[in-house]
């Protein structure tokens, strides 16, 4: 399983970005999928879960309106789309899917990830 976050970068307060997380070796589209992310001094939070047929998503009550989670199963990737991004924002933001014998969003939701990609740096700066 190999897991490849992309489409960080430095952006300005109040924009937006797109992040990517493509598989490789592996269907991502038979897996729940998670956004994870972890700013310097701080503990890895969760960003965002979907669900397999991408029906159900989960976001953390602080992150609901201004972050989007989606995903498109016939290019084995999913999306995690960021809008008014705020310095607090910045971090390396992480993909990851739970254990092939469970593989559902409840997982995700609950942080029992199996398998992580590279993260990716996005920083939030003027």
């Known amino acids: 399983v190999q897991l490849q976050a992309s489409g960080g970068g430095l952006v300005q307060p109040g924009g937006s970005l797109r992040l990517s997380c493509a598989g490789s070796g592996f269907s991502l589209r038979y897996y729940a999928v998670g956004w994870f992310r972890e700013a310097p001094g701080k503990e890895r939070e969760g960003v965002s879960c979907i669900s397999i047929s991408g029906d159900n998503t989960f976001y953390p009550d602080s992150l609901k309106g201004r972050f989007t989670i989606s995903r498109d199963n016939a290019k084995n990737t999913v999306y995690l789309e960021m809008d008014s991004l705020r310095p607090e924002d910045t971090a390396v933001y992480y993909c990851?899917?739970?254990?092939?014998?469970?593989?559902?969003?409840?997982?995700?939701?609950?942080?029992?990830?199996?398998?992580w990609g590279k993260g990716t740096l996005v920083t939030v700066s003027s």
């Open positions: 990851a899917v739970p254990s092939p014998r469970k593989r559902t969003i409840d997982q995700c939701i609950l942080g029992n990830m199996d398998s």
